[in-house]
Every structure is written in C-alpha cells, then in structure tokens.
C-alpha cells in the first residue's frame, strides 16, 4: 500500500501552497484556481489515490448537498421543465439534484427511495405522489425533509407546489362553452392522482356554471396520461357519446392520443371533433392541429419547489403550505364552433 | 447531545433482532423486510437520529454505487430514451444515476463534474462530448471512468456509444436521390460536435456517391440544435438556394424549425420543400407534416454505455471501444418527389 497522502503532502510533491490545493480540492472554490493549475493538481492528487472527499465532510455535517427528486415518467415532456426549475434553483446555492426516474409502480418508488436515502440526500422532491401516498409515509418515517411537485396529497401534511387544477378546468369549459359546444365529453385522468382527481372535479364544477351538467356530464376515465391511453378513451368516446362535440382531456398526451383515433375513423379535428389539451407541453403548437391546452408553468413549479427544500435546510422555520400557480388558456387551432349538424350526422351513422 | 445509537441499541429498543434491523438499514436487502416491519424500524431510527449509513461505507469501499449522467439539455427530447436506458441497465445492479443538466458552456460543465466528482460518483456517462473535449481531459486528470454517449470524441480515447452518423446520411441522401431531387441543402449542427461533424462528411460523401456533388452542395451552419436555429437556418435556405426542392436537417429540432419558416413563407411542405430531419425523436410523427426521419436507437445507446460503464467498475479488463449503432430511415409525410417547376416558381420570385 501507499504511503496515505495529505493534502500537505501533495501540496509539497507539486510545490504549490497548500490553500491552492485545498481550493482545488473543494468543489465550491475551484473557481478561484486558473484550470491549468487546477488539472495540474487534480492529476497529481488522482496519481496519488488522493482525491476531494467530499464524503468524510457529509459524514461530519450530515450534509450532503443533493436533493433526490423523483419522476413518475420521464419521457412525458411536462417533466423536463420542472426539473429545469429545480436545477435552476438548486444549482444557485451549491446543491446538485440526483433526478431518478421510478415509474408509478410503487415497489419500484420505494427501491428508489431507498436508494435515494442510503446516498443521504439531504431532501426529496417527489412528483409521483398519489392523493393518499404511501411512499411519503415512508419518507416522513426516515425523517427526510420531502415537498411533492406537479401532484399534491389529500391530507396536505408535507408542502406541495402545484398547478390551480380547477381553475384550469374552468378556462378550458368557459372556451369550449363560448363556442358554443353543449356535449363536451372530459377524457379524466387516474383518481389516485390530485391531477386527475381536481380536474374532473373542477370540469364538473364549470360544466354546472354553464348549466351543462344535467344534459351533457359526460366523463371517461383514462388508465394513464399516455398518448395510447388517449387513443383507446376517444374510440369510446365516439362509441358512447355519439353527440359529442368537444373532448376535454386531463392532460396534452391524451389529447394527442385523440388524434390519433380521430385521424383513424377518417374525422377532422376541429371541423368533426374540437380538442383541448392540458399542460402545453413543448411542441403542442406544431402538432396537427396545433393544441388549444392549458399552460401550466412547469418551470416556476420546479423553481419553487426547489426552493422551499432551500428554506427548509437553511433552518429557516418555513411551515408547512400549498403554492398554486395560476394556469392560462393557450388559443390554438384544434377547437372551434361545433359545425351544424356534425355529430347529429355521426349519431345517425352510429344508430 | 444524545447517546449514540447503534444497531443492537435500535434492536433492542424495538425488541426485533438485529439481523432485521441491519436488513432495513441495507437499502439492497430492505425488501426481505416486510413493508409495516421496515417501516416502523425506520422511523424508531429516524426518532433517535440511527439513518442508513451508505456514506460511511462508500467511505471505506470507494464506492457510492453512483454514476453521474451530463447532459447539455434536458428539454431535447432525444435525451430521456437515453437516459432510460442508462437507468434500465445500472438499476439492474444497483446502481442510480446522477442526472445534472449541464448545457453547452463550457464552464458550467467544469461545475457540474466538480459537483459530481464530489459526491464520489464512480463512473461519469457524458452526452455533453465535443470533438476536442476540455472537460474529458479534466474528468481523465480526476481518475474517474468516463464514457461518452451519443457523441464521441475523435481521438477516441475514452469508449464511446454513438450512432453511424455517415450511415444515416446516407439513408437520407439516398431516399430524396431516388424520389428525383437534385438540390438538396444540408443544415449542419455544430462542427465542435461528433454528430455535426460526421453527419455533414457522410453528407458529401452521399451526394458524391450520387454524383450530385459539383451542381448542389448547399450546407448551412447552425448555430445550435434548436427549433430557433433551424427557422434562421430555413430562411437562409431560401434566401441563398432558390433552387432548392429538400433540406435535409441534422436533428428534428432543426428540421421543426424549417416548417416554422416554411409556413411563415406560404411554402408547404412536402409539396413545395421536402423536409428530412435526424433522430426521429418522440412526437416526430404527430407533427404537421409527419416527419420523415432517420431513426437513432437512443434507449440501446443508453444501455450500452451504462453496461460498459459496470464492465469497468466490475473490474472486467474491458478496453475502449467505440459502439456504433445503426440507424433506420422512417418514410413519413414530410418527403415527396420534389413538383416540376415549384423551385423554378420561387426562383422567379426571387429574381
């Protein structure tokens, strides 16, 4: 074995001071050494097994400086932006998140917990919380400081930054209602999740506005915010409610998986069918129709989300809160005055 | 100060046997725990300040079971199948993925590898590579396995997963050739970066081999691979090359911007500019035309830079490589024998 180096040792061995070569050594204040002289010694001290260890100083402090942020999917494109937000924030005060992508399984999640914990993250942001998680239960059990993202839980026990998921559901009946459309049909997202739950009940709520609710409340339920999940919902759409003439979906992958079924029973969108989405997820705009959704600002969430967590391992005694961001409707081209007589013709093709 | 825990301590406290507490405390045997059981036993710990200690283990290994993935930009949505992929193949052994969201500059990589060699990662995957990459010579003087992905290096020192970019292009260029088109325009990304480089040489390569090098090699810089610097490029197409009837894009984000320009000009595609693009990122087939587009296996070069990564750190006497996959050209509505006289048309206009 080789003799154990010092930082001493190697500030000797390369004939620098020793607060160069702690500077180095700390990722905080590499900046203040030129990168020349920085690789000079990074090379010497890999040389000499010595490297910056960061580890022994979270063992000290129980600090580790990276928050564990957990995704229920990350090829749904909601989720990159909030962890933009989150990078964002995070990075100003020197923390690093490990991003892990677990899936809505919950055997899965809790592995990933698990893993998340053993590196010692000093907090969680979660955006697979259900409305009744067990999962959290198992994070407020290990005693880690945890805030949910995009997705809230009923009893509100831990901090949530969300979207206003009601008043979304209102902008999106309001338009649809203006235009005209009496048989507004909402794709609805799963009931375990605060998404899917608050939407429906916030289309319900807006449908009653409009005295809609007694001639045309007409809802199914999605197995999962996937553009397949989407496709299946709009062919029993156009099975049950041959009447219909706009779909409200819960969220932008399911209203493109209406497309795909629209584009499949040879139907136009918006002349046959008006579609309103909800996310405006990137390249909403440049789908076929472009998407008339509701933006929610997913970068903002992750920005807040991040920095509650920020607060909280300052020791600042912040409690326990919901943050709501407003939504807003985002006009495009896949919703429009229903065309006289489009459905009755398909009710009548359909009898 | 409390008295310091200890596992037997915890254990007798609960009146369980020790065994089960050091299973819960292990988040890679936790599972042989039931749920309720662990549960209980991780909060008793978190009461008395006992937490799972991985960091004072990876203190005396070396090892933390974390590999750190750079990205240069998380909202490219070629990315999260890469990153799946990664994700598949460490979970598999126990291993968890850093994601850190880097972008192109040059010193905020420099951060963000600081921050992971920090946290003890064991292995680095970057997908951030240039051609001559500062910041592997930076991660090579620290000592810590590296691999690029989906961008290699040209000197080829560290092993690299990467797509046959000549390959693809030659896919591209063949399939417009054959639909009758003659003058075709490159939109090429950086020249700093293995897939801007090597798909604008395979490029002139293909035109060449179709003879079409003297009378149409129109190459357009770009200055990054974005929707923006694709519109900018498209109207340089149309400004420069009135004769042009294709464009053939390095990514899809470029190629997306061309119908942002194309539209604001009147002009359809494919009717009056066949549009190709690279990557057939998702979503590439809901857009305005369908895209047409060679397919790049992102979620296989996920997995197999992640697998040479655990090779490496099993010790397993694996050399460097270079992996390269081959991609598939995808015939969709965005590509179309160019129409006599439509370039004809535009050059008058030009004129």
């Known amino acids: 074995m080789q003799q154990k180096m010092t930082l001493k040792r190697l500030a000797a061995v390369l004939g620098v001071h020793s607060s160069t070569v702690g500077r180095v050594m700390d990722p905080q204040t590499r900046h203040m050494v030129s990168e020349e002289v920085a690789e000079r010694i990074l090379r010497e001290a890999a040389l000499h097994g010595y490297r910056p260890n960061k580890i022994a100083a979270a063992l000290r402090t129980r600090r580790s400086n990276i928050v564990g942020v957990m995704l229920p999917d990350i090829t749904n494109p909601v989720f990159p932006p909030i962890l933009l937000g989150i990078e964002d924030a995070l990075r100003k005060q020197g923390y690093v998140a490990i991003v892990a992508n677990a899936g809505e399984d919950r055997a899965q999640q809790r592995f990933v917990v698990d893993q998340l914990l053993a590196r010692q993250v000093d907090a969680?942001?979660?955006?697979?919380?259900?409305?009744?998680?067990?999962?959290?239960?198992?994070?407020?059990?290990?005693?880690?400081?945890?805030?949910?993202?995009?997705?809230?839980?009923?009893?509100?026990?831990?901090?949530?930054?969300?979207?206003?998921?009601?008043?979304?559901?209102?902008?999106?009946?309001?338009?649809?209602?203006?235009?005209?459309?009496?048989?507004?049909?909402?794709?609805?997202?799963?009931?375990?999740?605060?998404?899917g739950h608050l939407r429906r009940e916030g289309f319900m709520t807006a449908m009653a506005a409009h005295g809609l609710q007694e001639e045309a409340l007409c809802i199914v339920d999605c197995s999962s915010y996937s553009r397949e999940a989407g496709r299946l919902?709009?062919?029993?759409?156009?099975?049950?409610?041959?009447?219909?003439?706009?779909?409200?979906?819960?969220?932008?992958?399911?209203?493109?998986?209406?497309?795909?079924?629209?584009?499949?029973?040879?139907?136009?969108?918006?002349?046959?069918?008006s579609v309103v989405g909800h996310n405006d997820m990137p390249f909403a705009d440049l789908v076929d129709p472009p998407l008339t959704t509701i933006r929610i600002r997913h970068h903002e969430m992750g920005v807040q989300a991040a920095q509650l967590i920020l607060r909280r391992l300052q020791d600042d005694p912040v409690g326990e809160m919901e943050i709501r961001l407003k939504p807003e409707l985002v006009l495009r081209g896949s919703s429009a005055a229903p065309r006289a007589g489009a459905a009755g013709l398909r009710a009548a093709a359909a009898a």
């Open 233 to 273: 919902a709009c062919e029993t759409v156009l099975a049950r409610y041959p009447g219909a003439t706009a779909i409200l979906a819960a969220n932008d992958l399911l209203a493109l998986g209406c497309y795909d079924s629209l584009r499949a029973h040879g139907l136009r969108c918006p002349q046959d069918m």
């Open 124 to 195: 969680l942001i979660l955006a697979t919380a259900t409305r009744d998680d067990a999962i959290l239960d198992y994070c407020l059990a290990s005693g880690v400081t945890t805030v949910t993202v995009n997705r809230g839980e009923d009893t509100r026990r831990v901090s949530s930054v969300v979207n206003d998921e009601v008043e979304g559901m209102r902008l999106a009946v309001d338009h649809l209602a203006q235009l005209g459309h009496r048989h507004i049909v909402h794709l609805a997202g799963s009931q375990d999740l605060s998404t």
